[in-house]
């Protein structure tokens, strides 16, 4: 949502707050860093930025007209995960009603093999940046030092910055709910992304969910990957039927959507109708679960809210040491497809 304007903002203001010459405000605020410390020529600027200044021809900050992202490692601009392609877009509208564009500013792997010195030219003149995925803490911290404002999408890193993420244990009490109220007592997980704290967050709500209702998903059926891709959910789907032969687990939960899509195209190329004898549904809400039949059961929060809550926080931070930060979980919506139904009926 827009943020309110109470009362034009003046560079007056703005030196007034900070202590220094309008002059100065007045080179800050036009691009012109020569002759201006950097600590100062960045405090300036956030000020303008955090008061909601705009210059006469309307721009935010007065040049401050940008904010830059970063993606996770094993990550590009070509080769987004949907639901990262979704806050993406979700940050950029929220933005663009702001006049403020975004700027892909790179990867964590390729940001971290330049040493950061690729964000130099960017430093003085960005409101602040988002990372969308997990990273650690280090990272985000050498980030800080270039850019006081920051937020995080999906990481949680306490005492760095704003965070915004997807409320997994909801997620997994929303499919499971679904999945055992169709009378479905036998489960399997399949998982990616192994070693991530979000795959750890996802399991650790299943096995919460199941155990509440006196079920449990063993370790026979479960199957983990490094790259939670539609090739992993196929091989998870034959591992599955290999192992279980005629009597496989009837309730299927998968990490994302594209393993779900996977496992649910090669159950199909067997022969195995879906949800007919086995239903599957996924931590997704993008567009992969409807962009081919059976559509996929789903849980997940809005990813573009997520993307544009993570604009409403950046442009709401005020970049100072003692800001205090936010941790903003958004409710998961399930979404009831075509891949889910009640289990079939087996002989005792």
């Excluded at 806050?87 to 950061?116: A, D, M, P, Y």
């Excluded at 915004?164 to 169709?182: D, K, S, Y």
């Excluded at 393993?259 to 599957?280: C, F």
């Amino acid at each position: 949502m827009p943020i309110e304007r109470t009362r034009k903002v003046s560079q007056q203001d703005i030196a007034r707050d900070l202590g220094v010459s309008q002059a100065l405000v007045s080179m800050a605020l036009g691009g012109q860093s020569e002759g201006v410390h950097p600590e100062t020529f960045r405090r300036i600027r956030a000020r303008a930025a955090s008061l909601g200044y705009r210059s006469r021809g309307g721009a935010n900050g007065s040049g401050l007209t940008q904010v830059g992202f970063v993606l996770r490692p094993g990550h590009t601009l070509y080769s987004q995960s949907s639901v990262f392609s979704h806050i993406q877009h979700g940050l950029h509208s929220f933005l663009e009603k702001e006049g403020i564009s975004t700027l892909f500013l790179g990867t964590v792997t390729g940001i971290r093999e330049n040493h950061f010195r690729s964000l130099a030219r960017h430093r003085h003149t960005l409101l602040g940046a988002v990372v969308m995925g997990e990273v650690d803490p280090e990272f985000v911290h050498q980030l800080k030092t270039h850019f006081s404002r920051l937020v995080t999408v999906a990481a949680s890193c306490p005492g760095y910055c704003h965070t915004v993420r997807n409320n997994e244990a909801q997620t997994m009490e929303l499919l499971v709910e679904h999945l055992t109220g169709l009378g479905h007592r036998s489960f399997a997980w399949i998982g990616g992304n192994i070693g991530s704290r979000t795959l750890d967050r996802r399991w650790e709500a299943l096995q919460q969910a199941l155990h509440r209702r006196g079920l449990e998903c063993t370790g026979e059926c479960i199957e983990l990957f490094g790259n939670p891709k539609q090739r992993e959910g196929q091989e998870a789907a034959r591992r599955l039927l290999d192992r279980f032969g005629k009597n496989p687990p009837t309730a299927w939960i998968t990490y994302n959507g594209r393993m779900a899509r996977g496992a649910v195209n090669h159950l199909l190329a067997r022969q195995i109708e879906v949800p007919g004898a086995i239903s599957v549904a996924a931590c997704d809400g993008t567009y992969i679960c409807e962009d081919e039949e059976p559509t996929l059961t789903g849980a997940y929060a809005d990813p573009e809210k997520i993307g544009a809550v993570a604009g409403r926080l950046l442009l709401e931070s005020t970049g100072k040491e003692d800001e205090a930060y936010n941790e903003v979980t958004l409710p998961a919506i399930l979404q009831v497809r075509d891949s889910s139904g009640p289990p079939p009926d087996r002989a005792e």
